[in-house]
């Protein structure tokens, strides 16, 4: 239903990313799937889960599979560290384990980097040919074709057309060290605030996060911007999350129902090379 | 989501009532139950289903048993005709089978019948003693207590405060001949119109109902209005199922979320006594 208000198109969905298969974060899929049949989809879908949701698959194609005339798979996910999941030519999607009381990952989606372009007015300058253009464009360092041995240096010639954007998906966690590593220089980056501080006792028991703990994240990430969410029904009035975050994180912002965050494209023409 | 958009508690709901095992008549439930369970329910839950529901619940209580601190009952709906399955001192709910491609059932919830009410300006006039008008109130007639031999019709000493109401809720389901009986002089009749009378045979194939087919129910049942939802998302703009079905039953409505319709007690004072 809220894909729908917001405009979304059900039928273009074709992978789902499941953090953990409490009920909170998994029973819409019920619905969505559902949806998907009546709307006449013949078009596999693919629900990357931790390795537990393989038998609650099965368990419910076996009371409703007949109503499905398209192919769900589970993909399990598994494994320290980053591990990429997904991939089309121009983005990935890679999931990092979580810190909570079930299997739990988080999702960093990132574009690729995109294939260097060479500065318009050096090719005309210096007349480069197309064998050194092709090679510029794939990073390396170019020795001229005309024998003079000169030698083009790849970060005078180039620039990144855009720099990737990356959004990264955590929820829900307990603070750990390693967290920040997973998704360093993210542009948004979405964590979980269940509690305030002054519950920190019972954030660590149900090994949830604070708003201070998210804020700290984003911080030691160096994130570009920072998304709230999973709040504590406790909470009539959400401010005292933001402002809570704000003072360790300034760009923190709400996540709340129909709010759009964009990442806008830089151009990079005059920044240097930076490797992946 | 939706309840609680409209203002409803949830954790004051006791007893739900599923009428087949379609996924748009059921996988709500995942996500209500899980809410309740957040919300800190302790309180038992009973659900109304068809037999197959059974296996159903089991399977997701082996899953997701673990966050639940309170009971989740499946009582099965069986049976021909109409079969008391609710009942609280003031009112019932009912259940009748449906005629669809799956074991299905509607619900009629109506009030009880109230004991009856002796007329005020009779007891004063007539003097009639405590006992008299205990067993008026029963619904006897009464030979009075005098020793003259006169018999008190209770028709006309008495009268019902009120007209018990009552709410019939017919999805999914294909025409068919006993379902007027089951919900005879129904107040608000809920009965699905997934298509228009074009449509009938594609109506027929899925077992469902044309807006005509719901207005003839309505019609034949005497029923006091009728809504009609499960509009097929083939219809962008209902007011033409709303229109097939009010050339048969002008008191028809659309079932729209959001909408209220009321059933207004109506004082019998001046009616004759009616048995149940």
Redesign the interface.
Known sequence: ?QLRKYGFSILKIQNIFISH????HL??I??L???M???GRTAPVFIYAPT?FS??LS?FL???GG?FKYDISHIPLKGEGLNTIFETKSFEVLSFPLNHRIECYGFLFREKYPRRNVHKYLIEKESLTLKEIARLKDGEDVTRDDGSGEILKNNKYTYLPYKPRSFAYCSDTAPFGALKSYIKGVDLLYHEATFTSDMAEMAKATMHSTASDAAQVAKEACAGKLVIGHYS?RYKELTVLLKEARNIFPDTYLAEEGTEFDIPMKNKENDVYENN
């Open positions: 239903m298969v409490h009920g909170d029973f819409g019920y619905g799937l559902s949806t049949s009546m709307l537990e038998a609650i368990d076996r009371h409703f109503m029904s």
